[in-house]
């Protein structure tokens, strides 16, 4: 992964490109959509099950992301919306790993809300310094490939600084930016109706 591939470049001139934005698009309802499409719950069911049945993983159902959602919920929401942002775009992600991915990005296993958690070694700078711990604690827990990597220390890229290195990074970053959005917003309200495990 030292060097970008043409798919790969094409990928994140396709992510970037927000010339064509349009604001009436912002659907508050594509979560709950995502959630009943039967191709979607099968893609990340197949390739998220040894996650998705792990206790480890399970954990994240006691720490809150955003609103009330869970930090459990709030990574399904961001596996589906990147596996929906791949199929749009015409990415070509390799779907184990973005999946996977995207499911561990936040694998930090604290709750940020709270400064004195021991676990939570920088309050202030969640936002920063969390990519690396969820990256640790995967790595510790799971076998990852140098793409899964990837997405977990790149998810909050600009803060993370360096760029993600591969599609599957981009479509991730992409993907909890517009789940983070309609949670904070309160449009989605977190509990997914299905259970993955």
Known sequence: MDRFTELDKEAIKKVLDIKHYDPDSFDPDLLDELE??????????RYGK??????????LKTFIQHGNVTVYE?????????????KWLGVKCRPRDLIRGALLHDYFLYDWHKGDDPKN???????FYHPG??????SNDFNLSEREKDIIKKHM????VFPPRCREAWVVCMADKYASTLETLKLKKGKIAENYA
């Open 36 to 45: 009943d499409n039967p191709e979607y719950k099968d893609m990340l069911k």
């Open 50 to 59: 040894d996650l998705l049945e792990d206790e480890r993983f399970a954990v």
């Open 74 to 86: 709030h990574c399904i929401h961001v596996a589906l919306c990147a596996i929906r942002i791949n």
């Open 121 to 127: 070694i920088h309050p202030k700078l969640h936002g």
């Open 133 to 138: 711990i969820a990256l640790r604690n995967a």
């Open 157 to 160: 890229w600009p803060l993370t």
